[in-house]
Each structure stands twice: as C-alpha cells, then as structure tokens.
C-alpha cells in the first residue's frame, strides 16, 4: 500500500502538529491553526496564521491512519481513542499517492482516494460491474464490428502493462466494440471507460434498445480532454458526461441516463473529425485505413446515477459492497450540552437527502444530523431531541461535488450553521440531544454517507463568530 498508510505507533504524540484538510494546528498554548500556503514545507514561516483557537477539538478524523477494521481519529492521541469501526466485506480499488488504480485486497481496509490530487477517504454504496469482461476486450463476448483489438500493448492507468488497443478496418463504416447486456427501462446507469489517444483522438459511448434505436451516447475527445457531440436518438438525451484526467493521456470517460425502453447493448466506438468541416463535427461513420486506433482500459456499466471507482471483473460481474464507518466517540469525547461539528467533504454527483453524518446516541431519535441533497444542490443540518425536530438549518451550495468546509455549532436556543468562511443561518429555538457517536449514517447503523472526506471534527465547547469563519476559511 501507498506512504501515507500509518498505524497509531507511527504518529507520534501531542507535541507533534496535525495536518487537517487544508490547515493544520500547532500542539501549543495557543493551539495556533495555520492555512497551507502554495510552496508548504513543513514551515510556518512560509504559511497563513489563520486564527489561534484555544478549544481544541475533542476528536479529530483526517485521512492519514487506519488499518483493516478501523479508522483511526487524530485525536486523541491517548486513551479512550475515538476510532471508527469500518466495514466493506469486499476488495475495492483506489487512485494512489501515485496517481495509479490499485488493488485494495484487505476486505475491510479504509480508501485513501487520491483522484482529486489530494487524498480523502472514500466511502462508497456498494455497486456492480455489468462487464463481465473490464479488461480483455479480446474476448468473444466484445463483438468486433470492422476493428481488431490486441490486448496488452500499452502502459494502462494502472501503471500496469494491461491496456489494449482497439484499430479499425479499411471499410468505411461504423468502428465498433460491442457486447449485449439485459437492463431496466427507465432507470439511470452510468457506463465508463479509460481511454488515451494513439492515432486517433475521438471515442464514442453508448447504450442503446436495438430494437427502436434507442439512444443515449456521447463524443469524448481525448486529445483536449472534452465532451464533444451527443448523438443520442428516440428522445433520449445523456443526464450527465464528464471526462476526468488520469494522467499521462489517460481519460475516464462516463455518460450517465437511461431509456423508456429497456438497453440490451453498449457499445465503444471509434470517431473522427469530418474532413473540412468548419464546426469540427466526430463522425461514428468514416472510412478506414486500418491503423487508425485507441487505447483502451476498465470499462465499467453500474446501475446508478454516477460512475463510481473502477472494478474489474474478469468472466461475471463483479459487486463491491459498501463503505461503512461507524461507532466513534463517547460521552466524554461529545458534548450533550454545546459544540462544534466540523466537516470538510465532497458529494458524488448524486446523493439522496438521507445519506448523512451525525452526532447522536445510536438512534435517529436523538442527533445533529448533516446531509448533502444533489436533487436542490444544497446542504441541511437537522437538530432532533427525543424524537422531535428542535432545529433545521439549509445552506445553498454552488457545487457539492467541490470540496467545501462546513461548520454546526449548537447550544440550546442558540444554532448557527457555516459555509466556507460564512455564517449562513442560525436557529434561535430549540434544544440540545443528548449524544455520544459520531457515524457516516443519519444516526443509527443506516443511510450511510456517500462522499469524499477530508476532515471531521468535534469541538465540546461553542466557539466565537470570528474562530468559526476562520475554521471554514
């Protein structure tokens, strides 16, 4: 596994600082928080002394130790420990410090994701890969209209030597690999590709009914990295298509939708540039020359709304179960009477209003519960004391995708929730639960959180106006 795995021997102590997100703390009098400045090295002489908070936080997650079954906490640093009690039951892959796909064999081993360049904890629902082939497009069930596929020619996203090359015909038609599958009308699936350059730059996705012609399908072009032209049909239309960098001229392209009428194939096909044409429009339909070619890796077709991390199937589908992280805390740790619940996350594209964070006893019925809704692009924080609502705050959001800072700071008739450096709204009625968790679900063992994890925190004591917009700064 990569660097960046450490066992709790390995931290240190008290005297050391603690990187949390973007910031960090020094372990002093003044308990000083810094922000990292563009060329960090280790120096406070080159980073932003952001506020000096004397509460120290009675519990702190960042993405940096864990082992099989446990995510460890920062702090504290001695005993009780407010570790979380992590489950998957399945192997799962990770982008890495390297910025390479690996293995992640330990069943119940914690995801440090580096896909955004930075790591985060990833916690996933469970999904499955429809390919049955991810890899070998060489096999009899990726049928070959007009292109031959070698396998094993090139250095793949994995940094393995496992990518393929698919290659047209000198027929001037359609370039293709395809494979039959049997899904549902009217239900999203994302279907995802890894894909680079070789002589041609230009790779269509698509899902169809071929029995009406159903379409949804989009161009990617993989020279500048861009979505190009949907060429759905039947009145469908692709929900969403995104192309992520995985270096080196690697692409992972998705589109996500669905049809009225149920898919029975997806298809990988080669396009190209029409010739003089003005607007630069991919063509499917050209004539070959039998060398123009791509690289190919990892396909992927989940029945979800959003592509998830690759899994790689290799005869059947394959399911990765999901991320469960539960269990951290205790009375003395997490203040019933005032705090600060601190977060610094990301949605995936897709996040229904019950998959949440919480402060609460292990039931729904007393907790401080935070949740992202993708449908309104918005965030709320839920107050509930003995099984009546005290306190509901929302927070409009420009993208939960983006990684952004949340602060919840709650004190009977006094809540106030913030947003990257701003106070958004307060709650002046209501009282506090009496709690002692912190979990990834809505307050007992469901509705887990689905996201990226930079940092939580819990603070026993309120915290002044001016601490909390440099806590979310």
């Not at 997490?334 to 998959?355: D, H, K, M, R």
């Amino acid at each position: 596994m990569a660097n960046e795995i450490y066992h709790r021997s390995n931290w240190g102590n008290a005297v050391n600082d603690i990187a949390w997100g973007d910031v960090y703390e020094k372990f002093d009098a003044t308990n000083e928080m810094f922000v990292r400045s563009d060329n960090y090295e280790n120096s406070n002489e080159t980073d932003k002394l952001m506020a000096a908070i004397n509460p120290k936080p009675s519990i702190l997650l960042t993405p940096t130790a864990y082992d099989n079954g446990s995510l460890h906490t920062v702090k504290p640093v001695l005993s009780p420990f407010a570790d979380f009690d992590f489950t998957r039951g399945t192997i799962a892959t990770r982008v890495n410090e390297q910025g390479l796909i690996e293995d992640v064999t330990d069943t119940n081993l914690p995801r440090i994701d580096y896909t955004d360049g930075t790591g985060s904890l990833l916690l996933e629902p469970q999904s499955t890969n429809l390919i049955t082939y991810s890899e070998d497009f060489s096999q009899p069930a990726w049928n070959k209209s007009n292109t031959s596929i070698q396998i094993n020619t090139t250095t793949s996203p994995s940094g393995n030597f496992d990518g393929s090359t698919l290659t047209d015909n000198a027929t001037s038609s359609i370039h293709r690999l395809r494979d039959t599958v049997s899904l549902s009308a009217s239900t999203n699936y994302s279907l995802s590709v890894f894909a680079k350059k070789n002589t041609l730059s230009n790779i269509q996705l698509a899902l169809i009914n071929t029995a009406n012609s159903n379409t949804i399908s989009k161009v990617f072009d993989l020279e500048n990295g861009v979505i190009g032209e949907e060429l759905s049909q039947g009145g469908t239309t692709v929900s969403d298509a995104k192309i992520q960098n995985y270096g080196n001229g690697w692409f992972r392209c998705i589109i996500v939708g669905q049809l009225s009428s149920a898919p029975n194939q997806y298809q990988i096909t080669l396009a190209t540039q029409s010739t003089g044409n003005s607007q630069s429009v991919k063509q499917v339909t050209y004539s070959g020359d039998g060398t123009g070619s791509v690289f190919l890796y990892g396909a992927q077709l989940e029945e979800l709304s959003y592509a998830t991390s690759y899994i790689p199937t290799s005869g059947s589908t394959v399911t990765r179960l999901k991320d469960v992280c539960l269990n951290s805390g205790s009375s003395d740790l997490i203040s019933s009477t005032e705090g600060v619940l601190y977060l610094e996350v990301a949605a995936f594209a897709s996040i229904n209003n019950f998959q949440s964070i919480s402060l609460s006893d292990g039931t729904a019925q007393n907790r401080i519960r935070f949740t992202l809704r993708s449908d309104l692009n918005r965030a709320f924080f839920q107050v509930t004391d003995g099984n009546t609502g005290q306190a509901f705050i929302n927070i409009d959001i420009t993208d939960i995708t983006d990684f952004n800072k949340f602060a919840f700071e709650y004190k009977e008739n006094d809540f106030a929730a913030w947003l990257n450096g701003v106070k958004i709204a307060t709650d002046t009625i209501g009282t506090v639960p009496t709690i002692n968790q912190l979990n990834f679900t809505s307050g007992a063992t469901s509705q887990n959180f689905n996201g990226k994890v930079k940092s939580v925190a819990v603070y026993k004591e309120a915290l002044t106006d001016a601490q909390l917009t440099a806590l979310t700064t």
